[in-house]
């Protein structure tokens, strides 16, 4: 029915298995949908956000997804502006991706900030001085550069292709992506950075305050390193799935192999930097503010475990996995490694929210719990399924992976 | 926010902070400026030769490979 739009020379499930793989992401987004009508209709009294919690799930989700779609912006950066050449077999997947992450998270942002009608205030009535103003910026342009770079793969689908004009302007943006790739770059690694900076510099808040280089905290240049350590491993994982879904090779392992070989060393380097980062904290501001360590971890289901789970369990293990060649050379290892990497980069994003938050700061503070409720878990939800749906839909109709004809041919 | 509105200060805070905005917005307007209009120039002439565009390193023709 649709096969007229599918890439040339390569196979598609039928419409009814497409149906019915999209269902479960429709239903995401229809719950989301709901959620999000609820928010903006009632207000954020549908959240149990508060004036302890303004920050909660959506924002965890956001830091998230903008870590993990980090993919994006690096994969061009080694691409273009490197020359790491083997990556472009899997570079449309990590423009898709981040995409994805970076348009979900400003449309959970859109309702985050209870009112969307004033969502330009940030951009007018700038705060030069803040950070969560620099990210907003950041985030709105570079998801732009996104679109950009997702354009020409839109414009490759076999029937729009067959237009010319779409055809010449789509080659043509082809020709100029190494500038989008390098503008990218340079709005990514400030709005990575200033999301931890967002945190390093609540001075009031020894739990995530730090010291740092001039106008930084050290946060700011963890948070751009955390990023570009598990956005490759996120693609790779997201990949990886597309295969085992599919039931197809779609990239050569030579990208996958660049690609976790990277995210393993930055890994390693990011391990050693937060590792030190945490000794000068324990050692150097935590006393400083009249306090122990273990005084963060009193209260609440927030223990030390959290410490040694990120650093230990979803830090330094997936980092020799990644680095050790006969490791990450075995699927099964190369896809763990991958996870711990991102769910590592998902607990620090939760424990600079949420804890950061739910720790007391004053002696007549007590700690407080927060459980989102069912709407914000759904907008969080639908953005999974906005996700899915939007690389399924990329999958079947656009030419994603450039080596999928090579590496499965159609038997006659 | 532009120079002329109220808010504006002229100090080295907002120069940068929004010089570098507005250095970004310039070079991805451009970019997408130059893409169209090399493309309304380069028809004719594809029109009239029937060529397909030349290859490019990346991401290109993925339909055509």
Same mark, same amino acid.
């Given at each position: 029915? /649709?096969?007229?739009?599918?890439?040339?020379?390569?196979?598609?499930?039928?419409?009814?298995?497409?149906?019915?793989?999209?269902?479960?992401?429709?239903?995401?987004?229809?719950?989301?949908?709901?959620?999000?009508?609820?928010?903006?209709?009632?207000?954020?009294?549908?959240?149990?956000?508060? /004036? =302890?919690?303004?920050?909660?799930?959506?924002?965890?989700?956001?830091?998230?997804?903008?870590?993990?779609?980090?993919?994006?912006?690096?994969?061009?950066?080694?691409?273009?502006?490197?020359?790491?050449?083997?990556?472009?077999?899997?570079?449309?997947?990590?423009?898709?991706?981040?995409?994805?992450? =970076? #348009?979900?998270?400003?449309?959970?942002?859109?309702?985050?900030?209870?009112?969307?009608?004033?969502?330009?205030?940030?951009?007018?009535?700038?705060?030069?001085? #803040?950070?969560?103003?620099?990210?907003?910026?950041?985030?709105?342009?570079?998801?732009?550069?996104?679109?950009?770079?997702?354009?020409?793969?839109?414009?490759?689908?076999?029937?729009?292709?067959?237009?010319?004009?779409?055809?010449?302007?789509?080659?043509?943006?082809?020709?100029?992506?190494?500038?989008?790739?390098?503008?990218?770059?340079?709005?990514?690694?400030?709005?990575?950075?200033?999301?931890?900076?967002?945190?390093?510099?609540?001075?009031?808040?020894?739990?995530?305050?730090?010291?740092?280089? $001039?106008?930084?905290?050290?946060?700011?240049?963890?948070?751009?390193? #955390?990023?570009?350590?598990?956005?490759?491993?996120?693609?790779?994982?997201?990949?990886?799935?597309?295969?085992?879904?599919?039931?197809?090779?779609?990239?050569?392992?030579?990208? *996958?192999?660049?690609?976790?070989?990277?995210?393993?060393?930055?890994?390693?380097?990011?391990?050693?930097?937060?590792?030190?980062?945490?000794?000068?904290?324990?050692?150097?501001?935590?006393?400083?503010?009249?306090?122990?360590?273990?005084?963060?971890?009193?209260?609440?289901? $927030?223990?030390?475990?959290?410490?040694?789970?990120?650093?230990?369990?979803?830090?330094?293990?997936?980092?020799?996995?990644?680095?050790?060649?006969?490791?990450?050379?075995?699927?099964?290892?190369?896809?763990?490694?991958?996870?711990?990497?991102?769910?590592?980069?998902?607990?620090?994003?939760?424990?600079?929210?949420?804890?950061?938050?739910?720790?007391?700061?004053? %002696?007549? &503070?007590?700690?407080?719990?927060?459980?989102?409720?069912?709407?914000?878990?759904?907008?969080?939800?639908?953005?999974?399924?906005?996700?899915?749906?939007?690389? #399924?839909?990329? $999958?079947?109709?656009?030419?994603?992976?450039?080596?999928?004809?090579?590496?499965?041919?159609?038997?006659? | 926010? *532009?120079?002329?509105?109220?808010?504006?200060?002229?100090?080295? /805070?907002?120069?940068?902070?929004?010089?570098?905005?507005?250095?970004?917005?310039?070079?991805?307007?451009?970019?997408?400026? $130059?893409?169209?209009?090399?493309?309304?120039? &380069?028809?004719?002439?594809?029109?009239?030769?029937? &060529?397909? %565009?030349?290859?490019?390193?990346?991401?290109?023709?993925?339909?055509?490979?």
């Amino acid at each position: 029915m /649709d096969s007229a739009l599918f890439p040339e020379g390569v196979k598609r499930c039928s419409p009814k298995v497409f149906l019915l793989w999209t269902l479960p992401w429709l239903c995401l987004l229809a719950w989301g949908g709901l959620s999000a009508f609820l928010c903006l209709y009632k207000g954020l009294n549908q959240t149990n956000m508060n /004036d =302890y919690f303004a920050f909660a799930v959506w924002i965890v989700f956001d830091l998230a997804v903008i870590a993990l779609g980090a993919g994006a912006f690096f994969t061009g950066f080694l691409t273009y502006i490197i020359g790491k050449k083997e990556l472009k077999d899997i570079l449309n997947a990590a423009v898709i991706i981040g995409f994805i992450c =970076y #348009s979900g998270a400003i449309a959970m942002l859109g309702i985050d900030i209870g009112q969307p009608i004033r969502g330009w205030f940030i951009f007018w009535h700038v705060n030069v001085h #803040s950070m969560l103003a620099e990210v907003s910026f950041c985030i709105t342009c570079y998801l732009g550069v996104l679109a950009i770079e997702y354009l020409p793969l839109i414009l490759e689908n076999r029937q729009l292709d067959k237009v010319k004009e779409l055809r010449l302007f789509g080659h043509n943006l082809h020709g100029i992506m190494a500038v989008f790739a390098a503008t990218g770059t340079f709005l990514s690694f400030f709005h990575q950075g200033s999301l931890g900076g967002m945190y390093g510099v609540m001075y009031a808040r020894p739990f995530a305050f730090r010291e740092g280089f $001039y106008i930084w905290p050290w946060t700011f240049f963890l948070f751009i390193l #955390s990023a570009i350590a598990a956005g490759p491993a996120f693609t790779i994982l997201c990949t990886k799935l597309a295969e085992k879904i599919t039931r197809k090779k779609l990239v050569p392992e030579k990208a *996958f192999q660049t690609l976790a070989k990277i995210s393993g060393w930055l890994l390693a380097l990011y391990m050693v930097l937060k590792i030190t980062d945490t000794v000068n904290w324990i050692y150097g501001v935590v006393p400083r503010a009249g306090l122990a360590f273990m005084d963060f971890y009193r209260e609440g289901p $927030y223990g030390v475990w959290l410490v040694v789970a990120e650093i230990g369990i979803f830090g330094i293990i997936p980092a020799i996995i990644l680095l050790v060649p006969k490791a990450r050379q075995h699927e099964g290892w190369l896809i763990t490694g991958c996870l711990l990497n991102c769910t590592g980069i998902v607990i620090n994003r939760f424990v600079f929210t949420v804890v950061s938050l739910a720790v007391p700061v004053m %002696p007549f &503070d007590k700690f407080v719990s927060y459980l989102p409720t069912w709407q914000e878990w759904g907008i969080a939800f639908a953005v999974i399924g906005y996700g899915f749906l939007l690389f #399924s839909l990329s $999958y079947r109709y656009l030419p994603v992976f450039p080596r999928e004809r090579e590496l499965n041919p159609l038997s006659e | 926010m *532009f120079p002329f509105c109220f808010e504006w200060e002229w100090n080295p /805070d907002h120069l940068l902070f929004l010089g570098l905005l507005y250095v970004a917005l310039t070079i991805i307007s451009s970019g997408l400026t $130059y893409a169209l209009v090399k493309t309304w120039l &380069d028809l004719p002439e594809m029109e009239e030769s029937h &060529d397909v %565009p030349e290859e490019i390193l990346y991401r290109s023709r993925y339909a055509g490979y």
